[in-house]
Nanobody, 118 residues
Framework: QVQLVESGGDLVQPGGSLRLSCAAS????????MGWYRQAPGQQRELVAQ???????FYTDSVKARFTISRDNAKNTVYLQMNSLKAEDTAVYYC????????????WGQGTQVTVAS
């Protein structure tokens, strides 16, 4: 059974940093392109960063040069380092396969809350 468990979210001041973790069980993440998604209140879930099985990365424009996605294959974990955080980064953050496809649509975790406020 595949489980994705996100952690690392917190309340942080604007300009601060956080590192999110996505630990997986039941699946070997290095075989797949993985992404970090976020969903703010009243908005659709959006992809913010992606790391390919070849470690190529993609970032949405709003987080470029501030966020870094990485993976630790030995720990079967994907990370999102977030720097220079802004209020508009406030959201619940999730990890999942990217591009999203079956059966991964059934594997959403509980997410981790990031709140950026002074």
């Amino acid at each position: 059974q595949v489980q994705l468990v996100e952690s690392g979210g917190d309340l942080v001041q604007p300009g601060g940093s956080l590192r999110l973790s996505c630990a997986a069980s039941g699946v070997i993440l290095r075989r797949y392109s993985m992404g970090w998604y976020r969903q703010a209140p009243g908005q659709q879930r959006e992809l913010v960063a992606q790391i390919g099985s070849d470690d190529n990365t993609f970032y949405t424009d709003s987080v470029k040069a501030r966020f870094t996605i990485s993976r630790d294959n030995a720990k079967n974990t994907v990370y999102l380092q977030m720097n220079s955080l802004k209020a508009e980064d406030t959201a619940v953050y999730y990890c999942n396969r990217s591009p999203l496809q079956l059966p991964w649509t059934r594997y959403w975790g509980q997410g981790t809350q990031v709140t950026v406020a002074s």
